[in-house]
């Protein structure tokens, strides 16, 4: 069974810059697309970001666009999140997920859900 | 944006009564609605997709239902390990991936 495992979370100031690596177990890993959501302390769960299989294509919420970049690295098997200019309102724990999708599309019925998660990692915002 | 909007915020339930849980979306998202249950401390796990699909390995008494704009997720029977949070999502249009508020489903 794949796993996901994040990392890079920690407490740095506003402003500042932090890269989470999500790292896959399965070789499999570039078959999927791949996002990022995150949950501020307390609260719901708030998509961030999505990339799909190479790289090519890359989507993002409002609130990070123009300040936080998904990359891939499929030969490594890892997904990555850089994040500059952080606010205070970044503060939350960041999950990378699979989403399970048909080999034409990601998107509308051929999407399956996000089907495999990391555990998170927090991220906070803070001076 | 399509807005999703969850109903009720905290479900009260008994073990082994049914619960109901809703899920709204502000335009008509057809049959592209997730949902997803996440216990304390831990990340979501995917139940339910194309509004009523069920994933790898979720147990027969988790049913969905609706299109549209009105959905519904039923737990016919609660076990314990059910009471949880549950969040629905729609992919019919994105960006962005857009999540209800989630339902908390306590003991009664």
């Known amino acids: 069974e794949v796993q996901l495992v994040e990392s890079g979370g920690g407490l740095v100031q506003p402003g500042g810059s932090l890269r989470l690596t999500c790292g896959a177990s399965s070789s499999t890993f570039s078959s999927y697309w791949m996002h990022w959501v995150r949950q501020a302390p307390g609260e719901g769960l708030v998509w961030v970001s999505g990339?799909?299989?190479?790289?090519?294509?890359?989507r993002y919420a409002d609130s990070v666009k123009g300040r936080f970049t998904i990359s891939r690295d499929n030969a490594k098997n890892t997904l990555y999140l850089q994040m500059n200019s952080l606010r205070a309102e970044d503060t939350a724990v960041y999950y990378c997920?699979?989403?399970?999708?048909?080999?034409?599309?990601?998107?509308?019925?051929?999407?399956?859900?996000?089907?495999?998660w990391g555990q998170g990692t927090t991220v906070t915002v803070s001076s | 944006e399509i807005v999703m909007t969850q109903s009720p915020a905290t479900l009260s339930v008994s073990p082994g009564e049914r619960a109901t849980l809703s899920c709204r979306a502000s335009q008509s998202v057809s049959s592209n609605l997730a949902w997803y249950q996440q216990k304390p401390g831990q990340a979501p796990r995917l139940l339910i997709y194309?509004?009523?699909r069920r994933a790898t390995g979720i147990p027969a008494r988790f049913s969905g239902s609706g299109s549209g704009t009105e959905f519904t997720l039923t737990i016919s029977s609660l076990q314990s390990e059910d009471f949880a949070v549950y969040y629905c999502q729609q992919y019919n249009n994105w960006p962005p991936l857009t999540f209800g508020g989630g339902t908390k489903v306590e003991i009664k």
């Open positions: 997920a699979r989403a399970d999708c048909s080999s034409a599309s990601c998107y509308g019925s051929y999407y399956y859900g996000m089907d495999v």
């Open positions: 194309g509004a009523s």
């Open positions: 990339i799909n299989t190479d790289g090519s294509n890359t």
